[in-house]
């Protein structure tokens, strides 16, 4: 029935798996490729040993993620269910509530919000379990012959196997040269959402610090964001806080090392009541967020066979990112059902064509599918 039977998704991130795991589900044949060691994307946590042998850890990238959408909801139960998430509740602040200032107020934002446990990497870990990924395998081209899709891989070059379909769940910036050579829209598409860095700062601490409160958000340059790591449900280790810069500052600073981020991030923090770690590691997010996320779910070109989702293309965040993927993954079984009608008479027609019409949550636009 499938007219897609082999499909290759271009990212393991959270959108990546999520249309990867829907795909596989409805008996589509799917091989997952990550440059990294393992997946997660942006849904990250570093893990370290001090010199005495104690081990801490600490999430660099997404810091909690909420569930408005009922989709996106019913699997964060599942991941509750699972063991893999679990609601957090900091006390939260928000420092600099006016221009240029660290005045500070309580935060009256109010959502529910939940994180992977034992750390943020754990939801994405369980998605990936039942999925064929390829880690550490970097795609950087891709060529269409006789229908049937190519990879070539920094690690590897050429890929002996081949696709029907394609998905490139990676950020826009690492998507559009990917595309360019082969779909000059989509690559265009990708250049239209530039995407911001973030400096990360993971402290350390022998003991735990008493401070009001376990997470703020900062509107005073150079932080955005800090949080208690070790506060969230099922942490264990070495008492450790979070700096994130903000995006204006890490683009400006994304260049600069180690030695010249660290003591000012720390400073900053020091401001806000912080004391100075015992020690400190560092992460520079390139892409961290996407200014302007484009809204439009996700991208599907049925006579390509090629396919986008993430989360610059659907309102940014944990939740964006995972419905995206759904997205992509929806239209692709809207199109096998139109395929697939097609050999039909035309009552059972009909019913196919409903059928794929309720599948299809997206928008649409001409070509490609939107």
């Given at each position: 029935m499938t007219s897609a039977k082999k499909i290759a998704v271009i990212g393991a991130g959270i959108a990546g798996l999520s249309c990867a795991q829907r795909l596989q589900a409805s008996g589509?044949?799917?091989t997952v490729f990550?440059?990294?060691?393992?997946?997660?994307g942006r849904m990250?946590?570093?893990?370290?040993e001090n010199e005495d042998g104690s081990a801490w850890q600490c999430d660099t990238g997404a810091q909690y993620f909420t569930a408005r959408h009922p989709r996106f909801f019913a699997e964060v139960q599942r991941w509750i269910n699972a063991g893999v998430a679990a609601e957090w509740a900091p006390e939260l602040q928000v420092f600099g509530t006016l221009p240029d200032s660290l005045e500070v107020g309580a935060s009256t934002s109010k959502p529910q919000r939940f994180v992977g446990t034992p750390r943020m990497t754990a939801p994405a870990r369980l998605l990936a379990d039942a999925l064929n990924l390829r880690s550490q395998t970097t795609i950087q081209a891709l060529q269409k012959n006789e229908g049937q899709w190519r990879l070539h891989s920094a690690e590897h070059e050429w890929l002996a196997d081949t696709f029907d379909a394609v998905v490139v769940a990676v950020p826009a910036p690492q998507a559009q040269p990917l595309l360019l050579p082969i779909h000059a829209d989509l690559a265009e598409l990708a250049s239209t959402a530039p995407m911001r860095g973030s400096w990360a700062?993971?402290?350390r601490y022998n003991e735990a610090m008493k401070l009001p409160f376990q997470a703020a958000f900062v509107n005073a340059d150079p932080l955005r964001w800090v949080a208690e790591d070790s506060h969230k449900p099922g942490r264990n280790g070495q008492s450790c806080w979070l700096?994130?810069?903000?995006a204006e500052w890490s683009d400006a600073h994304i260049e600069a090392t180690s030695e010249q981020v660290g003591p000012l991030l720390i400073s900053a923090f020091r401001s806000l009541g912080g004391r100075e770690p015992a020690a400190w590691s560092r992460h520079p997010w390139r892409y961290a967020d996407t200014a302007e996320p484009l809204n439009l779910g996700a991208v599907w070109d049925a006579q390509a066979g090629l396919g986008l989702c993430g989360d610059w293309l659907n309102g940014g965040k944990v939740e964006g990112a995972w419905l995206s993927g759904q997205l992509v993954a929806d239209k692709i079984l809207a199109a096998t059902y139109w395929s697939f009608a097609r050999t039909l008479n035309q009552a059972t027609l009909v019913h196919y064509i409903d059928h794929a019409k309720g599948t299809n949550r997206g928008r649409f636009i001409p070509h490609l599918g939107i």
């Open positions: 589509f044949n799917v990550e440059k990294s060691r393992g997946a997660a990250s946590t570093k893990r370290g700062l993971m402290l700096l994130h810069a903000s």
